[in-house]
């Protein structure tokens, strides 16, 4: 239930055309839980994502950074 509220939180922060649960990341202290927002709109061949992050202590939702080299 605390994962749902977290993703309708996540929901109204953000702008996006989808939301979904991506997965369960199982660690040794905590576990993770990630998100990805799908946008559509403004897109001309490929959606764009954006992958969010939250411990299985607080539930907030935070955006992964972006890779570099």
Sequence with gaps: M???MAMM???GRIE???LHFWGKVTGVA???YIAV???YK???EFPSKAFYWC???????KELPTLSE
Excluded: K, M
């Design 30 to 32: 905590n576990d993770y």
């Design 55 to 61: 411990l299985s202590t607080n539930f907030n939702f």
């Design 42 to 44: 403004g897109q001309y």
């Design 16 to 18: 996006s055309d989808e």
């Design 37 to 39: 927002a799908v946008t």
């Design 9 to 11: 939180n996540l929901r």
């Design 2 to 4: 605390q994962l749902d």
